[in-house]
């Protein structure tokens, strides 16, 4: 089942249920899905790949704005937030914790045969590959910097 078809069951749920947070976070995910199938070049439709980054893209952009309320003390604001947070993580692949990272950067950085911090770009392309989805590149970046200045 597409992405799509999938947000569009859960939106009829949440409306049945009247859960306006729920509603909120399917349909900024709805949103992005028409904005990313009517850009150039997408043929109308956004492949699985395409369909994960776009998740990313909002929890990321979610996220920062959880940050910027925390910070003003806006608790209304950063309530709603992180209920969309909650709503759009559903949808993604389960995330690594901060030990999976390390074991699975570990492995990469073997595999590429990288010894000091001049190597970071190297691990780097393979880990945001091979990662993609599991966790945001911040995460990643951090564990390689930190593995290879060991």
Do not use: W
């Amino acid at each position: 089942m597409s992405l799509e078809t999938q947000i569009m069951n859960e939106m009829k749920e949440a409306m049945k249920a009247k859960d306006e947070a729920t509603l909120r976070g399917l349909r900024a995910i709805k949103a992005e899905i028409i904005k990313a199938k009517t850009e150039p070049g997408a043929g109308g439709a956004v492949t699985e790949d395409g369909e994960l980054k776009l998740l990313q893209k909002l929890v990321k952009q979610r996220k920062d704005s959880l940050e910027i309320f925390t910070q003003q003390n806006r608790a209304d604001l950063a309530q709603k937030e992180s209920e969309e947070i909650a709503v759009i993580e559903k949808f993604l692949p389960k995330q690594f914790t901060p030990e999976e990272l390390k074991e699975a950067v570990s492995k990469i950085i073997a595999e590429v045969g990288a010894t000091s911090p001049a190597d970071m770009g190297k691990v780097m392309g393979v880990a945001t590959k091979q990662l993609a989805g599991k966790t945001d590149g911040k995460a990643i970046s951090a564990a390689v910097k930190e593995l290879l200045s060991k």
